[in-house]
């Protein structure tokens, strides 16, 4: 997938989140977003900080990962997450040479 199409996306899972939460554009963006800049996030025309959708999760109500999930709900429940996966972390200092 490009970063266009997940910039969709994002701004398909704001909008849906808006919806189900009963706001209008204007009511999210009186929150501290100008109004045209809440508009291309829901367009896809913008990238937002970690900050801003932070911002938009806790006024929305619901979580920053909610906002970025590009899967379906079935390929979510399939999905490991990253503390499911094993992983260990590398040896700490310098390499041997060899």
Do not use: C
Not at 27 to 43: D, K, P
Request: overall charge positive; charged content about 30%; proline content about 3%.
């Amino acid at each position: 997938m490009d970063f266009a199409g997940l910039l969709h996306i994002l701004g398909n899972n704001i909008k849906r989140a808006r919806w189900a939460k009963g706001l209008t554009q204007q009511e999210v963006a009186a929150h501290g977003l100008s109004f045209r800049y809440y508009q291309e996030l829901e367009r896809g025309q913008r990238n937002p900080t970690l900050r801003t959708l932070a911002e938009l999760a806790e006024i929305l109500g619901t979580s920053v990962a909610a906002l970025v999930e590009t899967e379906s709900g079935e390929q979510v429940r399939k999905r490991r997450t990253l503390a499911e996966l094993p992983a260990t972390a590398p040896k700490r200092g310098r390499k041997q040479r060899k």
